[in-house]
């Protein structure tokens, strides 16, 4: 069912930990490229890989002629409702598809374990995607999920609806969902998964999904192409 960890994303989850654990603090500044990529054993294509993947997370800040950072924390807006990509593109009348990038289960980081209600013996599935609409391409998103929640389940399921599979076939009733919502700028990446311009305007979703008994089943960070998506919230 898992693929193997990719070195990039091993090298991202340990500067995760180091962050999760104040190794380093918000605003620090992490070592140079060429140092990090010596320390882990691993080009410096890789090590910018595992770099860039944090920033698109938001954990991560780099500024030009700077350097790598912390990212600072965020004033936040609670809002209420739980974003399913595809039921939006259908209710709009367009036809959602996806193209799975990763897909691999892995072990839990420490804000994983903590928004996911997980132990660190405790497994999930962590996949990138990209979302269309109509084959345009719409966001790109990591989504971390429990393992037992989809245990028996195919990868083609996962992948393409994870909401419907839950409650037709595991008998799961989707809840209520805690989304954040902030403004980015395209990295080189990104622009290039949703045929942007690198600089491009993003809108960045992070959202915590929950059953309706409260069990949370999805973390998903996704990030929104500027001029082809919006955000409507009805009070």
């Known amino acids: 069912m898992a693929d193997k960890l990719p070195v990039y994303l091993q090298i991202h989850d340990t500067i ?3 962050i999760e654990s104040h190794y380093w603090e918000i605003g620090d ?7 990090l990529s010596e320390k882990f054993g691993v080009s410096r294509m890789t090590l910018r890989q595992a770099i860039q993947t944090l920033a698109d997370e938001g954990i991560l800040e780099r500024k030009i002629g700077s350097g790598t950072y912390v990212a600072s924390q965020k004033v936040q807006e609670k809002m209420a409702g739980t974003t399913s990509f595809t039921e939006i593109m259908l209710a709009q009348g367009k036809k959602p ?4 990038i990763t897909y691999f289960m892995t072990k839990p980081s420490t804000s994983e374990q ?7 013996k405790d497994e999930i599935l962590k996949m990138e995607r990209i ?9 790109y998103e990591i989504a971390s999920i429990p393992g037992y929640l989809i245990d028996g389940f195919s990868k083609d ?11 037709e076939k595991g008998n799961r009733k989707i809840g209520a969902a805690n989304q954040t919502i902030t403004a980015l700028n395209a990295s080189e990446r990104i622009a290039e998964y949703l045929e942007l311009k690198k600089g491009d305007a993003l809108l960045r979703l ?4 929950y059953l309706t008994d409260g069990t949370p089943f999805e973390y998903v960070r996704s990030q929104y192409a500027g001029n082809r998506f919006e955000f409507f919230l009805e009070r």
């Open 16 to 18: 995760k930990e180091k």
């Open 29 to 35: 500044r992490l070592p140079s490229e060429r140092e």
């Open 97 to 100: 598809s996806s193209k799975t």
């Open 114 to 120: 903590e928004k996911l209600h997980l132990s660190e």
């Open 131 to 139: 979302r269309f609409a109509d084959d345009v391409p719409i966001c």
């Open 157 to 167: 399921e996962v992948s393409s609806s994870l909401y419907k599979i839950l409650e």
């Open 206 to 209: 992070r959202q915590i999904s």
